[in-house]
């Protein structure tokens, strides 16, 4: 998509500016000199007629006086000419004077020392729009010049890709700056030393007109999920579930038991960007993104499952990050495998290393985006539950009844408000854990960074 230059409009009110100002110049200096060569032939023409009638002035001859005159007037510079007597008297008035405004030049004939008469010549003024139409090449080819270089601003000034993706980066990290919340000076060391193997811009204020123009394209970006349109059940197996507000469709089975039997659970991760920056960073910048966080996910995964309390729960897959997050596979090796709990700590322990992450990165005026997880033994609806309902920083969770009593001794869990669908109504939102979970956690972060360092 090809995108305007930035306040193309004021910078066209600019070039009609400057063209009315350059005409209204070019009137002016051309008047200037058209008057100031009217006097002079005026005061040439004064001289040629005095020089002319002297004679029938002398005698007081208007036939004469008004065959020269008419001779004079004749010319389209020349309103009216006026010859009087030595007394005032006037003997010949040629013209429309009284119709016709401009500059009247007056000289005296003389005898000796005798006035014998004088002469009045008005000339005409030349008006605004005789100048315009004089000089209309040059009015044109004026106007023509700063159209070009209207056009030519449009084509140059416009932002290009790269420049657009700095626009979202910057937007995104003025929107989400917020005071950095208490980390230690080992803490601040370790995130450094991770922080050091990404290379992101610098970030700087922007107007709030691209923000409006971001929160515009955000708004037709909104399509049905991908997985949606992928799936390849049938109406006939699989009713389905309408969203308010939305044309998408959940899955929805007659009828969701709270006894289903499971063995794993998949642990979602989704970025919360809800202007789509991540897909407007430039690659060289997405790649080390990503990577970051997929280190930081398979080495939680790692640290976490060497806890007792985990004792029977392996990981079947090694999760990888890309635009849309990524998913975490645990599976329970035995009837005593807390797979429930260790995907409700993964999920925690990740959006925990992910907040410490994002916070220096914005404090560093760096790219980062918060994060919003999930758990359940239905992928599928998970997915759907964490793009409709799901908050910055929020883990849903959606188990059976048995998932629910491995969770029950270690977490409080509210349901969501308003639910329109089954597994809405299903779903439960970690509300927090108990005091030796949360340390346990903790030291798991922890470890997770000093190994990163």
């Known amino acids: 998509m090809t995108y305007l230059a930035p306040r193309q409009g004021l910078f066209a009110i600019i070039v009609l500016v400057s063209f009315c100002l350059q005409t209204l110049l070019l009137v002016i200096s ?27 002035l002398e005698n007081k001859d208007r036939v004469s006086l ?36 401009g500059i ?15 002469v009045a010549l008005t000339l005409k003024d030349i008006s605004k ?19 070009l270089l209207w056009v030519a601003y449009g084509y140059i000034a416009r932002p290009t890709k790269e420049q657009i993706n700095a626009l979202s980066r910057d937007i995104d990290n003025f929107r ?10 080992d803490d601040d060391s370790i995130i450094n030393g991770r922080l050091s193997h990404t290379t992101f811009g ?67 991760i989704m970025f919360h960007d809800e202007y789509r920056m991540l897909e407007r960073l430039t690659p060289e910048m997405r790649t080390p993104y990503l990577a970051l966080c997929t280190q930081l996910l398979n080495q939680a995964l790692t640290e976490l499952l060497k806890q007792p309390l985990l004792s029977g729960v392996s990981a079947v897959n090694s999760p990888v990050f890309d635009e849309h997050g990524a998913c975490a596979v645990l599976k329970a090796n035995g009837s005593h495998a807390k797979v429930a709990l260790a995907g409700v700590m993964l999920a925690k322990l990740y959006l925990m290393l992910n907040k410490i992450i994002h916070d220096k ?31 910055k920083e929020q883990l849903l969770i959606l188990v059976p009844n048995a998932g629910l009593k491995q969770i029950g001794n270690h977490v409080q869990v509210q349901n969501i408000k308003r639910p329109t669908t089954v597994y809405e109504r299903e779903c439960a939102v970690f509300d927090g854990g108990n005091a030796a979970m949360m340390e346990r956690l903790a030291d798991v972060r922890d470890a997770v960074l000093m190994g990163g360092s």
Not at 38 to 54: A, N
Not at 129 to 147: D, Y
Not at 365 to 387: I, N, Y
């Open 202 to 268: 610098e970030g700087q204020a922007v107007h709030s007109e691209v923000d409006n123009y971001l929160q515009t394209q955000h708004a037709h970006d909104q399509n049905v999920p991908s997985f949606i349109r992928n799936s390849t059940a049938s109406s006939s197996d699989t009713p389905y579930d309408k969203i308010d507000g939305d044309n998408a469709v959940m899955p929805k089975v007659a009828k969701l038991s709270a006894t289903r039997a499971f063995d794993s659970v998949s642990v979602q």
């Open 176 to 185: 989400r700056r917020s005071p950095v919340t208490g980390t230690n000076a």
């Open 361 to 391: 990165h914005i404090e560093l005026s760096r790219f980062a985006l918060p994060a919003k997880a999930g758990v359940s033994d239905q992928e599928v609806a998970m997915k759907q539950l964490l793009k409709t309902v799901g908050r």
């Open 30 to 56: 051309t008047d200037q000199q058209l008057t100031k060569n009217r006097e002079q032939k005026g005061e040439q023409t004064i001289t040629q007629l005095l020089d002319e009638s002297r004679l029938s």
């Open 66 to 101: 008004s065959v020269i005159a008419n001779r004079y007037t004749s010319e389209q510079d020349i309103a009216s000419l006026v010859i009087k007597d030595g007394k005032g008297e006037v003997l010949v008035p040629v013209g429309n004077a009284p119709m016709q405004k």
């Open 129 to 147: 729009g005789e100048i315009i139409a004089m000089q209309w090449p040059f009015v044109i080819g004026s106007l023509i010049f700063h159209l």
């Open 104 to 118: 009247t030049l007056t000289q005296i004939a003389t005898d000796g020392d005798a006035v014998i008469g004088s």
